[in-house]
């Protein structure tokens, strides 16, 4: 029996063993399966799996060949990602799953199952025969294999970390670090459905000491029965239970990730079949059962209802008739939960449940209660969706049935609805005044509009609709499909005006009514622009793009998750969006990095480059990125999405036309100081072809977006631009000042303030904090509950929001009512208190807001009480 | 009175005090079960025969058996196992009992073996 490298530390450790694929492995530990699943899950495990087998592949036809013998697209991986995949037979079904990492140029390493190796070695040995350049080397005995699993995962690793960085925080990435002198490849990577998974491979000569490093550093080694019970409440396929020679691909719900049908993969072992199953796939997940036969049988998850533990081979029932068996069952421990939301945190108390996966009818669906014949008698089990989430790092979340079925609300009754009424209004009344009097408001992306904004906003027309369209016809005139709008144009075409000499450019389109829509508006109208002179085929996307990664700042709705996804081609080699990301300084991931940024541009030459972003810390080098482009005769468009900064618009921080974008989207309510709207802006001049550009927006604001482009708040971000226009130059001057001020003084308090202390941190509005990993919500609700709002935000390096490190927050608001420098320092004394030391500063703070109630920066004066007097006695008539 | 712990060859053990007897299991057949997460208990009143099935013990790994020591009638199960069936496992010889019999026929006990006999049995069977 085989024996690997780390097997002496399993018998020191108290492992009891067992032969698993012809290798004498650790079941578990001193502390069994169950203890093991639980530290797994809320701490770090570390397993050792180099019984797996490791296949190098090399040679100029390696990519040939893996296309050929693999389902998934190799030629998608760019050095330092890696991808699930299957060896398929002819028939489309499985002979083994396995996953392809790729960590240096031209050398693929493939890992399969222990069990499967010789089998998969001979059929690969096979398949390259007729390949010319393909060197197959098993490398299982040269390179040990270590999995490092859980929350406490990441820290583990940083600690023992020498040199190099870990890989980004995105599933499946890659790259190389030295545990002390040792080189390990490291994978985001694991079989347990843990956010934080990492895979090490070591020369096996050193693999010793990194376990022994690991394991001093706080890992908890976990042996193969707890290996088993993680996959299985993943809901992963495990070969010889989920998957085998007989059964289709496409059965399991991994497929759709695992195969691929791009062109660059030609014809592959299996092609026809595996597509006839896709097809039939994708209509049973809509529940359309025609040609069935091509995949009969799915893999489903169940929980078991009542006491029972299912087990492989047990029968499963549906009104008394057979429709599958159980591939993998078992029972699984879970923590305990206390608290809702992002405060949930586990107890020190678990519960067991009995879950299985099934192989069963395909028509079997979500929430279906099944029967399952476990030793003579038949439980009913439901089917879930999933029995475990990872999506809010850094902790795997058990979903139970129970907590499923619980979910149902009932409507309140008739007779209560004026008292309901009435509850909301008191509250709504509480809530502003929490707000408005009590609170300190930090969140860089709100405002609160002057009471004149405010009131203009509820004023008749608003509940009227103003449809309006140019009619060439009619030598550009506005013609409205409604009477009664005379005063809305009027303020419509005034708000153009004065926007438009606020941004410095000559078109405005006020209608989108918020910064999402306004860049959906400028994508579709590229994708319109782009395709204007062929009518009779498929309109074509944005070829490519350069945006802001979310992870790294990036606006939501720049993203092909956000509004750019249906105006956005897939890359045919990546299977992905052609999204490419701004690549930003190492030392400083809130700058950009210019010379790289050049590279791409000429690497990829995009169509749209897309500046702005929700964590801004600095000027967007527009002006350098367009000589750039002007020089190397790139055809590309440069837009700015000013959200956050649109208030900022001027000469202390940076002109967007003078600068050289061509178009800019913006939000008008977070450094500006208008109702929530979005709007777009451009400078072409008629007849210029970007003027066609330019009507292409403004048609796919009206009749593309809107019909009814909320007439009220267009009223009320008028008076909001007359604001802005006539006190701009104070108030932009005043809040990078006090950014600047708030920055400093919190760095000299003890907080780690993230930019670049030469300039203060930042140039704009915003301050960012960094509280170390995952603190960051504990923090922002600590703060919420000192009557500080903030948000808490994922740094560069996070998994997600829910593993933030940091806090985001913006002066904007608070300058407006007033606050200076000095007070932005006294305010981070106080919250350092809080933050550092754990002082309650909620009175403190209630109090310093008495000093802060008074808007700044709009005609609130005593010559403008009346008109106030006159609106509301308006609105009261 | 007397109190005398005797093996089976299922690895079963009964702890004898009179004419009643408590029914566990070894911990050696712990051992090899690990973690438990589940036991099915039987009926109070029941007779069960000498090495028929009474209950069945869920493992994480697997489910298995166990069998009636002698003949007997079921008067008492412990609760505490529907919460805490890990119980069989941590405390073998006390908390971790399944139920009590009142011993029908004596002379089957003689039938078993005591711990040293039962040592050499498993250590035979390999």
Aim: charged share 25%; with cysteine.
């Amino acid at each position: 029996m085989l024996k690997t490298n780390l097997y002496e530390r399993h018998i020191s450790l108290g492992a009891k063993l067992i032969e698993f694929g012809g290798w004498l492995m650790p079941l578990h530990y001193t502390n069994g399966i169950i203890s093991e699943h639980l530290n797994t899950r809320k701490s770090s495990g570390i397993f050792d799996v180099s019984h797996m087998g490791r296949f190098m592949v090399k040679g100029k036809d390696s990519v040939i060949f893996l296309q050929k013998v693999l389902t998934n697209n190799a030629e998608a991986l760019q050095v330092g990602e890696s991808q699930y995949t299957l060896v398929q037979n002819e028939k489309g079904c499985v002979k083994d799953d396995a996953y392809l990492y790729y960590f240096k140029q031209n050398e693929y390493l493939l890992v399969v199952n222990a069990s499967n190796r010789l089998k998969d070695w001979q059929y690969f040995k096979e398949q390259s025969k007729d390949l010319s350049d393909v060197i197959l080397y098993d490398a299982t005995d040269d390179i040990d294999m270590v999995s490092l699993q859980g929350p406490k995962s990441k820290e583990i690793l940083l600690s023992v970390l020498k040199k190099g960085t870990l890989p980004e925080p995105l599933r499946n990435k890659l790259s190389i670090i030295y545990i002390g002198e040792v080189e390990v490849l490291v994978g985001r990577t694991g079989y347990t459905g843990e956010p934080l998974c990492f895979e090490l491979f070591v020369d096996k000569k050193c693999s010793l000491k990194v376990w022994d490093t690991l394991i001093s550093a706080g890992a908890l080694p976990v042996g193969l029965g707890a290996r088993d019970t993680l996959r299985l409440e993943a809901n992963m396929p495990l070969y010889g239970h989920e998957l085998s020679e007989s059964i289709p691909v496409f059965a399991s719900h991994l497929a759709k990730f695992a195969v691929s049908f791009s062109e660059l993969k030609g014809d592959f072992i299996g092609r026809k079949s595996l597509l006839k199953q896709f097809d039939t796939f994708k209509k049973i997940e809509k529940k359309d059962y025609s040609g069935l036969k091509n995949l009969p049988q799915k893999q489903v998850p169940f929980e078991l209802l009542d006491k029972g533990v299912a087990r492989q081979g047990d029968s499963i029932y549906i009104n008394g008739n057979i429709i599958g068996h159980v591939t993998s069952g078992t029972a699984v421990p879970y923590w305990e939960t206390e608290g809702q939301g992002i405060s949930s945190i586990f107890k020190s108390s678990y519960l067991l449940r009995s879950i299985c996966i099934g192989l069963v009818s395909s028509k079997i669906w979500e929430r279906d209660i099944v029967e399952i014949e476990v030793r003579g008698s038949r439980i009913k089990a439901i089917a879930m969706p999933y029995f475990l989430r990872n999506e809010a790092p850094p902790y795997a979340r058990a979903i139970t049935a129970k907590s499923l079925l619980e979910k149902e609300t009932t409507a309140e009754s008739l007779e209560n609805i004026p008292l309901n009424l009435e509850i909301l209004i008191k509250e709504a009344i509480s809530n502003n005044h929490w707000r408005q009097n009590e609170c300190i408001n930090l969140i860089p992306s709100e405002m609160t509009q002057s009471k004149i904004v405010k009131l203009l906003s509820v004023f008749d027309p608003s509940g009227r609709y103003a449809e309006h369209k140019k009619i060439k016809a009619f030598y550009d005139s506005e013609v409205f499909y409604y009477q009664g709008t005379e005063f809305i144009f009027k303020v419509e075409t005034l708000l153009k005006k004065e926007m438009a000499n606020y941004l410095g450019c000559r078109n405005i389109e006020p209608r989108v009514i918020s910064g999402q829509m306004a860049n959906a508006v400028v994508f579709g109208a590229l994708v319109d622009y782009l395709n204007m002179d062929d009518k009779k085929t498929e309109p074509r996307r944005i070829k490519r793009v350069i945006n802001h990664h979310i992870i790294k700042g990036g606006h939501l709705s720049a993203q092909p998750m956000g509004a750019l996804k249906d105006y956005v081609s897939m890359d045919p080699v990546t299977e992905k969006p052609a999204v490419t990301e701004f690549p930003v300084m190492q030392h400083d991931p809130y700058a950009l990095d210019l010379e790289k940024t050049k590279e791409i541009i000429l690497q990829y030459l995009p169509e749209l480059i897309i500046f702005g972003r929700s964590v801004i810390l600095y000027k967007e080098p527009i002006k350098e990125i367009k000589e750039f482009i002007r020089e190397q005769n790139i055809n590309c468009l440069l837009m700015y999405d000013m959200a956050h900064v649109l208030g900022l618009s001027g000469r202390f921080f940076q002109e967007p036309f003078k600068d050289g974008a061509d178009i800019v989207t913006g939000s008008t309510h977070k450094t500006f100081f208008g109702p929530q709207r979005g709007v777009i802006a451009s400078d072409y001049i008629e007849p210029e072809p970007g003027y066609k550009f330019w009507e292409a927006i403004e048609n796919r604001a009206f009749p593309g977006s809107v019909s009814n482009h909320h007439l009220g708040t267009l009223i009320g971000l008028l008076a909001a631009v007359y604001e802005m226009r006539y006190f701009k130059d104070s108030y932009q001057k005043q809040i990078i000042n006090n950014a600047k001020a708030f920055a400093q003084a919190l760095s000299e308090n003890g907080l780690k303030v993230a930019g670049n202390p030469k300039l203060h941190f930042t140039q704009t509005h915003q301050v960012i904090i960094e509280v170390g990993f995952k603190n960051g919500p504990e923090i922002a609700v600590r703060l919420e509950e000192n009557n500080i709002i903030t948000n808490f935000q994922a740094t560069a390096e996070e998994e997600g929001f829910t593993a933030s490190g940091a806090i985001r927050m913006g002066v904007a608001e608070m300058t407006r009512f007033g606050m200076k420098e000095d007070d932005f320092k006294e305010l981070a004394g106080l919250m350092s208190d809080l933050i550092l030391n754990y002082v309650n500063i909620k009175e403190k703070i209630i109090a310093f807001r008495q000093r802060f109630l008074d808007m700044q920066y709009c005609f609130e004066d005593k010559s403008f009480e009346i008109f106030l007097n006159d609106l509301i006695d308006e609105i009261k008539k | 009175m007397d109190e005398e712990i005797k093996y089976t060859q299922t690895y079963e053990i009964i702890k004898v005090s009179g004419n009643k007897g408590r029914v566990g299991i070894s911990k050696e057949a712990s051992d090899k079960l690990g973690d438990i997460c589940l036991i099915d208990l039987p009926e109070i009143g029941r007779i069960f025969k000498k090495d028929e099935e009474v209950a069945t013990i869920e493992s994480i790994k697997a489910a298995s058996d166990v069998y009636n020591p002698v003949d007997g009638k079921v008067t008492a199960i412990n609760e505490k196992l529907k919460t805490k069936p890990e119980l069989i496992s941590n405390d073998p010889l006390g908390n971790g009992w399944i139920y009590e019999i009142e011993i029908l026929d004596k002379a089957q006990l003689d039938l078993l073996m005591n711990y040293s006999a039962f040592l050499k049995f498993i250590n035979q069977a390999g």
